[in-house]
């Protein structure tokens, strides 16, 4: 009463909670709380407003606007569908966030995870102009290059107009095909873009070529000279100005861009993720107006130091980029001025020089002149007679300039006010801090829009590594991707007794599942939940029918994706579980059984229980009685009475339906044949391991325990007692029941209780599936493996089939005698109308259980022979005497496997001797043997050729020369006592 008393408290207490949950839920038409009418119309899922809604058909709608109700109340035949259930539209989901949180890696692994279509919807906006644009100025994170100083941009030369025309072809390279410069480039290949050569560092011819190559392609395609650009068209224009100026598009513009996302495929029947949009409240109120309702909006939230630690190495290593660029350039433009300088220098060394040279040879005329002079008069020059020196020869590198003329008027060129890196990264930050407040303002205003327009939002912190970030996603998507197949299907939770009320009065009928947990099933378990007074059941009522839960977590797996486990097969059939548990004292049984039957309700018996239980339910039998008198007579009771006493209580309903598990029994092997006998045979016996030293350990916690209570057997001498004992017989029944039927266990007995409790359960549930699975083919009345049922030898082999121990499947493909009574484990044996079959393998086993009919009476391509081949021991042999040896002794196998000449007669092996049809053949080796006895009919009538080897004589070695006889008997300890000095 006190059990039932708690269970009716907790069963109210839990109809309290789920009303007020469920009142809402039960009313609601077919569509739930989605709005039926842009659900038929628009095809995308919009929730209904509660304060908005229409009863048709004893059954609530809500509705997204008055105007869809007004709708609806015009023609609700139309809108609440009455016949095949709902199929929600596909998946579309928006995904924002601040820049660098991880919107496009986030799209594109949910996009791959769930078969849709990534969309990023500024790729897309660039992808419209790009083709007139050419530059993406629009990047936020776009990098100029630095601007050239007034020195480094003032060269008029030669080489800066080549370094000008290099750069404009690179430019084309980048956004052109790049092929091979050669005859081809003169073709135009249809549905090629316009070709260029492949640019690089080369002469100025190969570039001035390619340009021109280029542009007559790009004539010769379009009519148009390849330097004009494209104006853009309106909408071009108005895409351009949102990307570089962040202008919002007008409607008009978003009407012809995301529209046909919605409605059009293949998008309308995939589904998509849509990156980046909406991006202003505008534009989330273009897509309500225009009835483009995404499922959800996923907005990812990063702090401030996140965004920047992940933009940061990126936009500084762009920096570095740009000052090794600009530090390049000035170091050419140094290069040129020094090119330059040397340029003028050389330049005012050879003036100076041709001037000097001008002012010796002036100096020279004029020295002449005078000695003409001098000559003429007959004067004497002032050299006083002596003949002057003549004025040396000038050469150009004599020349030396002055230090005004040589002065170097160069620049400091070392750029005082470049930038550092420190600087630059405070920059960065300032940018990154300034954009990152930008973003977050637009989200807030568009979280509110979004919230006003009742579109679902789901907000993920995207601080994290991207695969905790990615699985938080997936789970808190769960309702719209994995359960979107029972996305209208109504589940209503019900008390049990509710249940069994509404099953006794017809209202609503029980499941094909019965009392099966479906999500147990799903989950591999064969153990029927245990469903009796005192314990919960969690019912789920969906549609016409009652589904039974084993606990809450369960109950709401169902309910949030019913459909999925309705497509589950039928429950298997309910086989009772068959247990023993033995081991040493103190090992665990009892308490390990005893969990077990609090989880699946099996019944837990030892002998004294069974005993104890007989006679308290059957008092007045004789069995009862007998038991009596050894008890008064102080006697321990007969095995035999005992196995009596645990037959008779494991006929009780709950043991054919649940099962048992033995407690401490069978532990001698008297009691093992006493069950057997009368058929008490355990599937599954279970053996728990533990050393003496932790027996007595236990013992000794045990006797000190504050919960004991009275005193027990179990002091230092008992147990050594019990030990010795358990020691003494178990190894007897344990080499009997792997011998029989081989479902012996052994397990760690000082392992956790829970670790136990989970192995058995395993344990448990694998037999159970394979004895499920035997029954379910034998009920269609097909083949069924035996592994694992313990079926004992004598009994397979009572039940073999017409092929004996021969495989059924090697006989009809390979016409082959393949004996399997070796194999005793029944691994590959299998069932097949109430015969057992054994086969050769694994790949036999498998065809044999696809297509047994093909391999048994009446359609097996061949019988097994009445005559079988059968090897014979020598001893086997000598009493057969008189018979001979067939084919005189020769192996037929090698003579057959040698196409029958006279060098492949080889005598056969006294030790490889085979029996058929009446007949002892002698063989090679196993291997010949082997194959005789596979198919002895290919050999047994080979005819003997008619020249024979000489027959092998024996000759006594007395008889022969001196010479032989030494060569026959002392010749190898000679050679070797010689060849050892």
């Not at 007959?378 to 004599?398: A, F, Q, R, Y």
């Not at 070392?414 to 300034?434: C, F, N």
Request: net charge negative; glycine share 4%; proline share 6%.
């Amino acid at each position: 009463r006190g059990i039932n008393a708690e269970y009716e408290e907790e069963e109210q207490e839990e109809e309290e909670e789920e009303e007020e949950e469920e009142v809402d839920k039960r009313n609601l038409g077919e569509t739930r709380h989605y709005c039926p009418v842009t659900l038929q119309e628009k095809d995308v899922l919009w929730p209904g407003d509660h304060e908005i809604g229409a009863r048709f058909r004893e059954k609530i709608y809500l509705f997204s606007s008055p105007e869809c109700k007004t709708k609806f109340l015009e023609s609700p035949e139309k809108y609440a569908p009455s016949g095949a259930p709902l199929v929600p539209p596909p998946i579309r989901l928006c995904i924002l966030g601040p820049k660098s949180c991880g919107k496009t890696e986030q799209g594109r692994s949910l996009a791959r995870k769930l078969g849709l279509f990534h969309i990023s919807f500024h790729k897309f906006l660039e992808e419209m102009i790009i083709p007139k644009v050419k530059v993406r100025a629009w990047e936020s994170d776009h990098e100029e290059e630095p601007p050239a100083s007034p020195d480094e941009g003032d060269d008029d030369d030669e080489d800066d107009e080549e370094t000008k025309e290099k750069k404009v072809a690179m430019e084309i390279a980048k956004n052109t095909k790049a092929v091979d410069l050669d005859d081809t480039l003169l073709q135009t290949p249809s549905g090629k873009d316009y070709l260029v050569a492949e640019f690089t560092e080369n002469t100025v011819a190969q570039f001035e070529k390619a340009l021109q190559v280029r542009r007559a392609l790009i004539a010769k395609r379009t009519g148009k000279d390849a330097d004009t650009e494209e104006a853009l068209n309106e909408l071009e224009e108005a895409v351009h100005n949102s990307l570089v100026e962040g202008e919002a598009l007008p409607p008009e513009i978003l009407d012809q861009i995301v529209v046909s996302w919605w409605t059009e495929n293949p998008f309308k029947e995939t589904g998509f993720i849509l990156e980046g949009f909406p991006r202003t409240p505008q534009e989330a109120t273009f897509m309500t107006d225009t009835g483009l309702f995404p499922d959800a909006c996923i907005i990812l939230e990063v702090e401030d130091e996140h965004a920047g630690d992940r933009q940061l190495p990126r936009k500084l290593q762009k920096w570095k980029n740009k000052m090794a660029k600009k530090l390049a350039r000035r170091q050419r433009h140094m290069e040129r001025r020094r090119i330059k300088k040397e340029k003028e220098r050389k330049k005012k060394i050879q003036e100076k020089f041709e001037e000097l040279k001008a002012e010796r040879g002036v100096r020279l005329e004029e020295r002449r002149k005078e000695k003409e002079e001098a000559a003429k008069f007959g004067e004497v020059p002032e050299s006083d007679g002596e003949e002057s020196e003549e004025e040396p020869e000038i050469e150009l590198k004599d020349v030396v300039l002055s230090d005004e003329e040589d002065e170097d008027d160069e620049d400091d060129m070392e750029g005082e006010d470049d930038e550092t890196e420190e600087e630059a990264v405070d920059r960065i930050r300032g940018e990154i801090s300034d954009r990152y407040d930008t973003d977050m303002q637009v989200i807030s205003q568009l979280q509110n829009t979004l919230e006003d327009l009742n579109i679902p939002r789901i907000m993920i912190d995207a601080s994290r590594k991207p695969k905790v970030v990615f699985y938080s996603l997936c789970q808190q998507l769960r309702s719209i991707t994995d359960f979107r197949m029972s996305l209208f299907s109504q589940c209503l939770a019900v008390r049990a007794r509710q249940a069994n009320e509404m099953l006794a009065r017809g209202y609503k009928q029980s499941s094909r599942f019965g009392r099966w947990d479906p999500v147990e099933l799903q989950q591999g378990c064969a153990i029927q939940p245990y469903q009796a007074p005192g314990r919960l059941t969690y019912p789920v009522v969906f549609r016409a029918h009652t589904y039974f839960m084993s606990s809450l977590e369960n109950r709401q797996k169902f309910m949030d994706n019913p459909l999925h486990y309705l497509k589950l097969p039928n429950p298997p059939p309910v086989v009772p579980v068959k247990l023993a548990i033995v081991g040493p004292p103190k090992c665990g049984k009892t308490m390990l059984a005893r969990r077990l039957e609090r989880d699946h309700g099996i019944v837990c018996l030892s002998a004294g229980e069974a005993v104890r239980q007989f006679m308290t339910d059957f008092p007045t039998s004789s069995l009862t009685k007998e038991m009596e008198t050894h008890l008064k007579a102080g006697v321990t009771l007969p095995d035999a009475l005992v196995v009596e006493a645990l037959e008779a209580i494991m006929l009780s309903q709950r043991c054919q339906t649940r099962g048992y598990v033995l407690d401490g029994y069978p532990n001698t092997i008297e009691q093992v044949k006493l069950m057997t006998e009368l058929c008490i045979i355990p599937v599954q016996i279970i053996e728990l391991t533990l050393s003496a030293k932790e027996v007595h350990w236990r013992g000794t916690a045990d006797r000190h325990s504050p919960d004991r209570t009275l005193p027990l057997h179990d002091s230092a001498p008992i147990l050594d007692v019990r030990l010795s004992s358990y020691k003494r017989n178990i190894d007897v029944v344990r080499a009997h029941y792997q011998k029989e039927h081989r479902n012996w266990y052994i397990l760690e007995g000082n392992r956790s209780k829970w670790w136990l409790n989970d192995k058995c359960a395993e344990l448990m549930n694998d037999q159970l599936k394979t004895a499920q699975h035997y029954l379910s083919k034998r009920t269609i009345g097909d083949a069924a493996s035996i592994f694992g049922l313990c079926v004992s030898p004598d009994e397979c082999k009572n039940r073999l089939g017409e092929f004996s121990h021969y495989c059924p499947v090697s006989l009809a493909t390979k016409h082959e005698l393949v004996d399997c009574s070796y194999e005793t484990t029944m691994k590959y044996t299998a069932e097949y109308r109430a015969r057992y079959y054994k086969l050769a393998g694994q790949k036999e086993l498998d065809m044999f259980l696809a297509e047994a009919h093909k391999y048994v009476a009446p359609t097996a391509p061949h019988m097994l022979p009445d005559s079988l081949p059968r090897y014979v021991t020598k001893a086997e042999v000598k009493q057969m005497f008189p018979k001979e040896l067939a084919f005189r002794g020769y192996c037929p196998v090698t003579y057959v496997l040698g196409n029958k000449r006279y060098e492949a007669l080889t005598p056969g092996s006294r030790d490889h001797v085979v029996l058929y049809d009446d007949e002892l053949f002698s063989m090679l080796d196993d291997q010949t043997m082997e194959m005789f006895l596979r198919q002895p009919w290919k050999y047994n009538r080979t005819p003997l050729p008619a020249k024979l080897p000489p027959a092998r004589v024996a000759q006594d070695v007395t008889s022969l020369p001196m010479l032989g006889y030494m060569e026959q008997t002392v010749a190898k300890a000679i050679i070797a006592a010689m060849t050892s000095c």
